[in-house]
Nanobody, 122 residues
Framework: QVQFVESGGGLVQPGGSLRLSCAAS????????IGWLRQAPGKEREEVSC????????SYADSVKGRFTISRDNAKNTVYLQMNSLKPEDTAVYYC???????????????WGQGTQVTVSS
């Protein structure tokens, strides 16, 4: 089955850090641009970051720029999201999905993970 498996979520205090992992299952992610998205209760889904397939170029939503860092390790078939200086408004279920450059061209994400919960609270 082609899917992602996310991990690394949890409860963290404001100002803390978490590192999310997104492992590809059933396929090789080398040629896919991978996005991290999040959805909080009652809010629309938001793409927070995307990393390109060939040059590894990155993009970030303004809400996370300077705090989150996306990276990929193709040898491990995994994409990461390092989240620093976390705020309560970062609380959401975080998903990884492919392919964010297809989405930019008007397509849709068609490979998803089950998501991992991130809760930022004191």
């Amino acid at each position: 089955q082609v899917q992602f498996v996310e991990s690394g979520g949890g409860l963290v205090q404001p100002g803390g850090s978490l590192r999310l992992s997104c492992a590809a299952s059933g396929f090789t992610l080398d040629y896919y641009a991978i996005g991290w998205l999040r959805q909080a209760p009652g809010k629309e889904r938001e793409e927070v970051s995307c990393i390109g397939s060939i040059d590894g170029s990155t993009s970030y939503a303004d809400s996370v720029k300077g705090r989150f860092t996306i990276s990929r390790d193709n040898a491990k078939n995994t994409v990461y999201l390092q989240m620093n200086s976390l705020k309560p408004e970062d609380t959401a279920v975080y998903y990884c999905a492919a392919d964010c450059t297809v989405v930019l061209a008007g397509g849709e994400y068609d490979i998803w993970g089950q998501g991992t919960q991130v809760t930022v609270s004191s």
